[in-house]
């Protein structure tokens, strides 16, 4: 399913939905979301009390600190004809 964003509001209420005994696939159908999504949001409500995604970004840590960015950053904009190696 493509990506969509979903208000808090009604991620609180698809999980309310699934307390009363609906299934998580009838509520996946009607908010038009994968059931993957609705066991995230569960999962994240049991885990921190909160349904606002974690702080920061995942992923893989960057390998160049800001300074290192900023300082490429300038000198390709000094030089943009440089090959990479020979900066």
Do not use: C
């Not at 921190?48 to 920061?56: E, Q």
């Not at 995942?58 to 900066?87: A, C, H, K, N, V």
């Amino acid at each position: 399913m493509p990506y969509k964003t979903i208000s808090r509001d009604m991620k609180k209420r698809a999980l309310e939905l699934i307390e009363e005994g609906w299934t998580a696939e009838e509520v996946a159908d009607i908010l038009h979301v994968s059931e993957k999504s609705i066991a995230r949001w569960a999962d994240r409500m049991e885990a921190t009390g909160s349904l606002d995604p974690p702080n920061g970004r995942g992923g893989r840590p960057r390998l160049l600190t800001t300074e290192i960015r900023e300082d490429l950053y300038q000198l390709i904009m000094e030089s943009p004809t440089l090959f990479l190696d020979e900066i």
